[in-house]
């Protein structure tokens, strides 16, 4: 179905999230890029017309985004982050605390647990945004939320 | 689905939103284009503030301005077949022989700066040459620079509208150039370039190395800004004064001294968390206005401080705030100083100081304390 997408409405509305969303993922200093890299590949390709929700499909972007950043240009960055995540537990004390504690997820389960508790999307949009099915967000915020209960403890410490 | 657990939950929320707390402001609020760099990351707001031990209220429209620059840039077109450049200048052009200058007072203009950042790398096959002069460079200081740009493709180039990077690694900041140096670049030929000269202006950044891009991204060109590195948390000692009341506001001056051997950059507040009486962290950042100024002294929004050197900032919040019942009054709050997280200024609150930001938070500038008397 082709529809007429306000684009710039459309970012105006949505980029103030997707820049804290990719805070999470990133941390705060590539955030603005990554999220400006994501949304021009969209509108470059084009592809908006063609899309139902465009928020969701530009959460979508910025999480294959991220996961690029990682995968690509910040090796050391991740390794870092996992290797202090092995020793990150307990209360967060500062936002770079809890990135590392995130940082023990994948950037799907990441997208998983931030679209599903700070968004408060339902699991068939959050599948739809992801592109996998329901059980596969099921899992994957499953295991998202034992790895948490881990490195948080059992918060009364 | 993972069983229910009300607290677990709670905490992943609370998690992701301290992730989130320093998100930045987003680059742009209209669609990102090809080289089109981020604005502003803050403008000064409408700010009143009210001056310690004083009980008038002081108002200003804007804070700050950029001072003017005085730069006469120099645009020249090189014509040049494949392999030859043969520089022929198209316009009059008036070389920048002014020195680099350091003596003017280095946070002026920081109001108007913030980190920013680049959207998409160009691809556009187009050389870029970047020269400094007149090193060093400080922070609100003036300099010197020269930009090259050849066109090295087979068809004719556009170059976007110059726009200087310092770039730092974790932060981007923009660097002031003269309204007609921000000119367009001319038409490119195959194998032309163009050579711009003209004087900047420095934000106040933290001083360091960075590397002068152009557009922020590919070469560039090492910049030392000179002075003192940022303030670290472990040397900055910050007492609360007694709170005050004025003009329908609460007043709480803070005194922050330089307990280290050695002077250095405190920044302005970027950021402000605060700590609850049970230890809990606000879980993302509280807004706040800023650009406020004491009427007596001389408000910076960033200096240089030396060893055991002391200066002031006062946090105001409304006296009536009528739609909080039950607000939590901070024991602690901490002024992110820097985008790394190891310079902020922790201010234990006294039970005399019973600040809650449930209607607002402004903070003034740094300034210099009082001579004793």
Same mark, same amino acid.
């Given at each position: 179905?082709?529809?007429?997408?306000?684009?710039?409405?459309?970012?105006?509305?949505?980029?103030?999230?997707?820049?804290?969303?990719?805070?999470?993922?990133?941390?705060?200093?590539?955030?603005?890029?990554?999220?400006n890299?994501?949304?021009?590949?969209?509108?470059?390709r084009?592809?908006?017309?063609?899309?139902?929700?465009?928020?969701?499909?530009?959460?979508?972007?910025?999480?294959?985004?991220?996961?690029?950043?990682?995968?690509?240009?910040?090796?050391?960055?991740?390794?870092?982050?996992?290797?202090?995540?092995?020793?990150?537990?307990?209360?967060?004390?500062?936002?770079?605390?809890?990135?590392?504690?995130?940082?023990?997820?994948?950037?799907?389960?990441?997208?998983?647990?931030?679209?599903?508790?700070?968004?408060?999307?339902?699991?068939?949009?959050?599948?739809?945004?992801?592109?996998?099915?329901?059980?596969?967000?099921?899992?994957?915020?499953?295991?998202?939320?034992q790895?948490?209960?881990?490195?948080?403890?059992?918060?009364?410490? | 689905?993972?069983?229910?657990?009300?607290?677990?939950?709670?905490?992943?929320?609370?998690?992701?939103?301290?992730?989130?707390?320093?998100?930045?402001?987003?680059?742009?609020?209209?669609?990102?284009?090809?080289?089109?760099?981020?604005?502003?990351?803050?403008?000064?707001?409408?700010?009143?503030l009210?001056?310690?031990?004083?009980?008038?209220?002081?108002?200003?429209?804007?804070?700050?301005?950029?001072?003017?620059?005085?730069s006469?840039?120099?645009?020249?077109?090189?014509?040049?077949?494949?392999?030859?450049?043969?520089?022929?200048?198209?316009?009059?052009?008036?070389?920048?022989?002014?020195?680099?200058?350091? $003596?003017?007072?280095?946070?002026?203009?920081?109001?108007?700066?913030?980190?920013?950042?680049?959207?998409?790398?160009?691809?556009?096959?187009?050389?870029?040459?970047?020269?400094?002069?007149?090193?060093?460079?400080?922070?609100?200081?003036?300099?010197?620079?020269?930009?090259?740009?050849?066109?090295?493709?087979?068809?004719?180039?556009?170059?976007?509208?110059?726009?200087?990077?310092?770039?730092?690694?974790?932060?981007k900041?923009?660097?002031?150039?003269?309204?007609?140096?921000?000119?367009?670049?001319?038409?490119?030929?195959?194998?032309?370039?163009? $050579?711009?000269?003209?004087?900047?202006?420095?934000p106040?950044?933290?001083?360091?190395?960075?590397s002068?891009?152009?557009y922020?991204?590919?070469?560039?060109?090492?910049?030392n800004v000179?002075?003192?590195?940022?303030?670290?948390?472990?040397?900055?000692?910050?007492?609360?004064?007694?709170?005050?009341?004025?003009?329908?506001?609460?007043?709480?001056?803070?005194?922050?001294?330089?307990?280290?051997?050695?002077?250095?950059?405190?920044?302005?507040?970027?950021s402000?968390?605060?700590?609850?009486?049970?230890?809990?962290?606000?879980?993302?950042?509280?807004?706040?206005?800023?650009?406020?100024?004491?009427?007596?002294?001389?408000?910076?929004? $960033?200096?240089?401080?030396?060893?055991g050197?002391?200066?002031?900032?006062?946090?105001?919040?409304?006296?009536?705030c009528?739609?909080?019942?039950?607000?939590?009054?901070?024991?602690?709050?901490?002024?992110?100083?820097?985008?790394?997280?190891?310079?902020?200024?922790?201010?234990?609150?006294?039970?005399?100081?019973?600040?809650?930001?449930?209607?607002?938070?402004?903070?003034?500038?740094?300034?210099?304390?009082?001579?004793?008397?």
């Open positions: 179905m082709m529809v007429t997408v306000d684009v710039e409405a459309e970012y105006r509305a949505h980029v103030a999230d997707l820049v804290r969303y990719a805070t999470v993922l990133v941390g705060p200093h590539d955030a603005n890029d990554v999220v890299d994501a949304v021009t590949a969209t509108i470059a084009n592809s908006l017309a063609t899309v139902d929700d465009v928020r969701a499909y530009w959460f979508r972007a910025v999480t294959n985004t991220a996961a690029d950043w990682h995968r690509s240009r910040f090796r050391r960055v991740a390794r870092e982050a996992r290797a202090a995540d092995r020793s990150t537990t307990g209360e967060p004390r500062t936002p770079d605390d809890a990135r590392r504690m995130l940082a023990g997820l994948s950037i799907q389960q990441q997208a998983v647990v931030y679209l599903t508790y700070w968004h408060d999307w339902p699991i068939d949009r959050v599948a739809a945004a992801l592109q996998v099915s329901d059980g596969t967000i099921r899992k994957q915020l499953a295991r998202a939320r790895h948490l209960r881990e490195v948080l403890g059992d918060g009364r410490a | 689905m993972a069983e229910h657990d009300d607290d677990l939950d709670r905490r992943i929320t609370d998690l992701l939103g301290l992730a989130q707390h320093d998100a930045p402001v987003p680059a742009e609020t209209a669609l990102p284009r090809r080289h089109r760099t981020g604005r502003w990351m803050a403008a000064a707001a409408a700010v009143a009210v001056g310690v031990g004083v009980a008038a209220l002081a108002l200003r429209d804007d804070p700050e301005t950029v001072a003017p620059v005085e006469v840039p120099e645009t020249t077109v090189a014509t040049s077949d494949s392999s030859t450049v043969t520089q022929s200048s198209v316009s009059p052009s008036t070389v920048v022989d002014e020195p680099s200058d350091c $003596s003017a007072p280095a946070v002026d203009n920081y109001d108007m700066f913030g980190s920013m950042h680049t959207l998409v790398e160009s691809t556009q096959p187009l050389d870029v040459k970047i020269e400094a002069f007149d090193a060093p460079w400080c922070p609100g200081g003036t300099g010197n620079v020269r930009v090259t740009i050849t066109n090295r493709g087979v068809g004719q180039e556009q170059p976007d509208p110059i726009v200087l990077i310092l770039n730092g690694g974790f932060s900041y923009q660097l002031v150039l003269d309204p007609e140096a921000q000119a367009s670049p001319p038409v490119l030929g195959r194998g032309e370039s163009m $050579s711009m000269t003209a004087r900047v202006t420095l106040a950044v933290p001083p360091g190395s960075y002068l891009q152009l922020g991204f590919g070469p560039g060109t090492e910049v000179s002075g003192p590195p940022a303030c670290n948390t472990v040397d900055l000692a910050a007492v609360a004064g007694a709170g005050a009341r004025a003009s329908g506001q609460e007043i709480t001056s803070v005194t922050v001294t330089n307990r280290g051997d050695t002077a250095c950059f405190l920044g302005r507040p970027l402000v968390m605060a700590t609850a009486p049970d230890g809990t962290m606000t879980a993302s950042p509280i807004p706040f206005e800023e650009g406020g100024f004491f009427i007596l002294d001389d408000p910076r929004p $960033s200096r240089v401080l030396e060893p050197k002391s200066t002031m900032v006062v946090l105001t919040t409304p006296t009536n009528p739609g909080s019942t039950t607000p939590t009054y901070w024991s602690q709050m901490q002024l992110w100083t820097g985008p790394q997280g190891n310079s902020n200024v922790v201010v234990d609150l006294g039970p005399d100081n019973r600040v809650h930001t449930d209607c607002g938070l402004a903070l003034s500038g740094w300034a210099a304390p009082r001579p004793p008397g």
